[in-house]
């Protein structure tokens, strides 16, 4: 498995998948052909259904202003959903061909090659393997976490750390329209400051994390810089529980990137055996993944032991089984930052009962991650990141003034 650093990257919103992926793809073909003649992308599968709405285009140009950037819907027998395939012409007239595919949470692969951020550095691929090296070493997941990764883990958690909390902030105090067609009104300041007459401690509780999560979800739509965790489409929902742990109930920083590092862990797992994907394996595997990354990272931050973290972190995952991807317009708005709030509250539920129950389950996280895998296969192309069905076909459908 791979460093947990991998899972947290900082780009601009709105999809890792579809601007941080490509973004990074361009800096990489930029680097390798300073003086390319002519470079011409295609775009393929689930970037060419949604690239426009999710600024794939825009991305790409920010890198290659001089590319010619086309979109290839019709081929279908593709080696992953977000393929991109780079032709380029040389200044001595030679030509090129590279395929590059954006694999999810910002990460991309080179056809053929092994990139440096693909390195191996956890043998163990299974939580069952890691909780039985916690078990016969008396060690908690964040020490097995610390003995496998560098020791400058933690000075890159604390950037990680001040780019997300910065999102929140950012996002609680902007107003406006995001862009795109659905003139969608940011929410998160209302949201933050709505208290309603005699509010429930519970209900404050739930609204005031809800706005973090919008305010973050609304910087990605809105195509300011936040973090993958793991995607931009669900980068709001850890943030806004960890947020709310430090600046509402005096958590202490310290403890916070432990707990980013744990739900890393979790993350990490999902990605190495299953996806982090929407386009792959549909929203369960992106709200899903941030919500049992969100559930872990809390129970850790709780003190819970490795069961009930590993219980937590099942049961986010369990209740977002079967989630399609069908952004509205093909936009990272609706569902998605709702979703993300939703997925929050979802991943303290999670926490609250993984404390009383551990011992009774029947299901373990790699068995609920496997589920994810295989239900993702079996959906249908429609629900995976191409705008095509759910949601998106109905509201298209309305939009045509049909009843
Ligand atoms: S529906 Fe889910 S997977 Fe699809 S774009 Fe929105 S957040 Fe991402």
Redesign the pocket.
Known sequence: MKSIKSIYKIGNGP?SSHTVGPYRASLLIKERYPDARKITVTLFGSLAFTGEGHGTKKAIQEVLPEAVIQENSIETNLPHPNTMKFDIVNKDGSTESIRVFSIGGGSIRVEGELSDEEKEIYPEKTFREIAGICKKNDQSILDFIIERENRDLKVYLKEIWRAMQDAVERGLHAEGILPGELQLSRKAKLLKEKRCYNEPSDVTMNRVIASYAYAVSEENADEHLVVTAP?C??CGVLPSVLYYMQHDRGFPEEEILDALAVAGLFGNLIRTNASIS?AEC??Q???GSACSMAAAGLAALYKLDTDQIEYAAEIAMEHNLGLT???VCGL?QI??IE?NAVAAMRAISSVNLSRFLSETRKISFDDVVDTMYRTGLDMDEKYR?TAHGGLAQIYRYHRKGNK
Do not use: K, L, M, Y
């Open positions: 999809s995607t489409g669900s929407g549909g929203c595997a992106e709200i991807c069908d952004p990272v569902p998605c979703r990141e």
